[in-house]
């Protein structure tokens, strides 16, 4: 038997709903097409992301995103373009489709240290203001990954 307090799943450690599902895709123009009737209308945005930490370093990173919706969950369509990030691992890879789970939360860097005891590491970081911050976490053996976004309900500067 385990003395550990730390929970062995997510379910116990009182996460909040899953408010987006992230996809990594080859051409968001594509994407446009194929997928329109399910989750559109989407809406487009330059998803750059400038001097975020990525695996220990400061890297930049050019991303084209589109956001569709299924009810109140977010679709979110990636599509890398230049620079380094998780996203670039998985096209290199091969790989195209989902890509990670999005949890938002008050406190991204104390979420962090929750699920440090199974496993998951951050890999891409940025705070961007006081209250605006990104993390992708993940953990060996696991494709998918999980993001934390801590931003207030109206945008950063707003809470």
């Known amino acids: 038997m385990s003395t550990v307090d730390a929970p062995t799943d997510l379910d116990g450690l009182g996460l909040p709903p899953i408010d987006q599902v992230?996809?990594?895709v080859r051409s968001i123009e594509e994407t446009k097409k194929r997928y329109a009737a399910?989750?559109?209308p989407f809406t487009e945005m330059d998803?750059?992301?400038e001097a975020?930490?990525?695996?220990g370093r400061q890297a930049d990173a050019d991303l084209a995103i589109l956001f569709g919706h299924s009810g109140e969950l977010e679709i979110e369509f990636i599509e890398w373009r230049a620079g380094e990030s998780p996203h670039r691992?998985?096209?290199e890879a091969g790989r195209e489709g989902m890509h990670h789970l999005r949890y938002r939360v008050d406190d991204a860097d104390g979420w962090i240290e929750k699920l440090k005891p199974l496993g998951?590491?951050?890999i891409w970081y940025k705070q961007f203001s006081a209250d605006t911050t990104f993390a992708?976490?993940?953990r060996p053996g696991d494709?998918?990954?999980?993001e934390f976004l801590e931003m207030p309900p109206g945008g950063p500067g707003t809470g």
């Not at 494709?143 to 999980?146: C, G, Q, Y």
């Open 120 to 122: 998951y590491e951050p």
């Open 38 to 40: 399910l989750f559109g």
């Open 52 to 55: 975020a930490t990525y695996r």
């Open 47 to 49: 998803g750059s992301v």
């Open 22 to 24: 992230g996809f990594v």
């Open 89 to 91: 691992e998985f096209i």
């Open 136 to 138: 992708y976490l993940e």
């Open 143 to 146: 494709p998918l990954l999980i």
